[in-house]
């Protein structure tokens, strides 16, 4: 199931949801995107998730 992303710019610190303004942080999640994995957030209180431009790079390295 595919959710709508919305991109954010972080500017000091990305605490506070900016669509319903909760303000105690965020959940992760991961989602796999063209070789490398992306960091959402997902927001406890309404749920709507979040890039903020951060990826991990495949190989995450030997087991």
């Known amino acids: 199931m595919d959710h709508k992303v919305t991109v954010v710019t972080v500017e000091d610190e990305f605490r506070i949801c900016p669509a319903c303004g909760y303000e105690d942080g965020f ?3 991961f989602k796999r995107d063209n ?3 992306k960091w959402l957030f997902i927001c406890p209180a309404c749920h709507n998730i979040f890039d903020i431009g951060q990826r991990l790079k495949e190989p995450f390295g030997d087991p």
């Open 27 to 29: 959940h992760s999640m």
């Open 35 to 37: 070789g490398g994995v």
